[in-house]
C-alpha cells in the first residue's frame, strides 16, 4: 500500500469521528472552560476544526515559519461554521494527499521560530504527528469538555456510557 494511500484511508476514517464529536459542540456555551489555563470550547472545536491544514501544509511547503505572538486567532460564531472550517480543511488534505508524489512524503519538512529551526521531521512524519496524532489528541480534551457540560459524547472506537 502507498503511503498516500494509508494516509487517506486513515484520515477519512478518523474524520468520521472527529466530524460527530464537532457536531455536539454546544455553542450556546462557547465561551465555556473547566479550568483558567484551558481554552474556552468554541476555541478548542475551532482548532480541530482546523488542524487538517497541518497536512496540507507539510505538503505543499518545504518549511513553516510560526510568526511572532499577536495574531489574531479566528474562531466560529456558530455549529455551521465549524463545520465548514472542518469540512474546507478536510477537503484541501485530502486533495493534497492525493496528489502528492510518494517520494515527497520522505523529504523534510522545517518548523521554525523566526530562525530558529524547532522540529525537522519527514513530511509523512509531520503529517501523522502535527495533523492526525494533534487532531486526535484535542479530540479526547473535546470529550472531556463534552462529558463536563453533560452533552452526550458520541462514540469513536464503539460506545460511549452515553450510547449503551
Known amino acids: 500500500m502507498s503511503i498516500s494511500s494509508s494516509l487517506i484511508g486513515e484520515l477519512r476514517s478518523e474524520s468520521k469521528s472527529t466530524r460527530k ?10 465561551d465555556w472552560k473547566p479550568h483558567e489555563k484551558s481554552m474556552t470550547l468554541a476555541r478548542l472545536a475551532t482548532h480541530i476544526a482546523q488542524l487538517n491544514r497541518w497536512v496540507y501544509t507539510a505538503i505543499e511547503h518545504d518549511e513553516f515559519v510560526f510568526q511572532p505572538s499577536g495574531n489574531v486567532i479566528d474562531i466560529a460564531a456558530s455549529l455551521p461554521e465549524l463545520l465548514g472550517i472542518f469540512e474546507d480543511h478536510l477537503a484541501k488534505a485530502l486533495y493534497a494527499l492525493e496528489n502528492c508524489p510518494e517520494e515527497d512524503f520522505e523529504k523534510t519538512w522545517t518548523v521554525k ?6 522540529y525537522q521531521p519527514t513530511k509523512k512524519l509531520a503529517i501523522r504527528q502535527w495533523g492526525f496524532n494533534h487532531t486526535y489528541h484535542h ?7 463534552l462529558r463536563l457540560l453533560n452533552v452526550p459524547v458520541p462514540g469513536m472506537y464503539g460506545p460511549t456510557a452515553d450510547e449503551r
Open 139 to 145: 479530540r479526547g480534551q473535546l470529550t472531556v469538555f
Open 113 to 118: 521560530r523566526g530562525d530558529r529551526v524547532i
Open 21 to 30: 464529536i464537532l457536531e455536539r459542540v454546544p455553542f450556546e456555551h462557547r
